[in-house]
């Protein structure tokens, strides 16, 4: 069909995936490599394998609703949704499961607006949200792993053991903010009672950590360059799907 965004035309998968077309093409590899090409029963897919990927990213890239987003690729509103739910899943990043013994991580919890109220909460920011905690590679910058979504509401401190991130990552030295007391994590020195000012070297360490935990935050604004991530729409887990891929997505693209 003529006048359709597809992933033939280079030009369109810079401008809907924030990928290079050989980051794509990647992508499109690992995909038929997991059989997301496979001959499926019932009715065939409208789309090749590269417009279906294509549409996905760009959904959560674009957050625009189905009815916006599918006749921008030739399909009907229910292929679209089709496409995505079984797409989205496949497209997740897969946590590191070994971590080499220098290796330094930083954790910490970021809020995604989710409408769907059986799995959000409302946080401090007073809307319906819901809890990721994202763990970053501090040397690479490399998101590693992501822990199940909780409820806004939830703390980090209680987030990170609860939403399987903390059991991810073993034993590996993880720094975090303040938030995250009696963790285990490394997290700021704090003064004593009755302690006017931190001694000097307590001081300068705290002035470091800040700089290097920074990375996370840093991630985070990446991340969040897709749109989906300030106002999810999709239900169940979809927000965890979507999480998942554009941490992938985010490391394809620091991956060059």
Not at 128 to 137: A, E, G, L, P
Not at 151 to 159: L, Y
């Amino acid at each position: 069909m003529a006048g359709v965004i597809t992933a033939s035309e280079p030009s369109w998968i810079a401008l809907f995936s924030g990928l290079s077309p050989r980051q794509f093409g990647k992508l499109v590899t690992v995909l038929r490599r997991q059989g997301a090409n496979a001959v499926r029963k019932g009715r065939p897919w409208s789309l090749p394998l590269e417009d279906r990927a294509l549409l996905v990213v760009a959904y959560w890239r674009t957050n625009l609703t189905m009815r916006q987003l599918a006749p921008l690729f030739g399909a009907s509103k229910s292929a679209a949704d089709r496409i995505i739910d079984h797409l989205g899943p496949m497209l997740a990043l897969q946590p590191r499961k070994r971590f080499a013994k220098d290796t330094v991580l930083i954790v910490d919890g970021t809020l995604v607006p989710t409408r769907d109220h059986t799995i959000a909460e409302r946080s401090k920011n007073y809307r319906y949200s819901t809890n990721h905690q994202v763990v970053i590679d501090a040397d690479t910058r490399l998101v590693v792993v992501v822990g199940r979504p909780l409820a806004g509401n939830r703390n980090d401190c209680k987030a990170w053991e609860e939403s399987g991130a903390k059991a991810a990552v073993g034993n590996t030295v993880t720094i975090a903010d303040g938030g995250y007391p009696g963790t285990g994590l490394v997290i700021p020195h704090r003064r004593q009672r009755g302690q006017s000012e931190l001694p000097a070297w307590k001081d300068d360490h705290n002035k470091s950590h800040k700089q290097i935990r920074a990375r996370v935050e840093h991630v985070f604004a990446r991340m969040k360059t897709w749109k989906i991530l300030r106002d999810c729409r999709l239900k169940g887990d979809g927000v965890h799907h979507a999480m998942l891929g554009i941490a992938r997505m985010h490391n394809l693209t620091l991956a060059g």
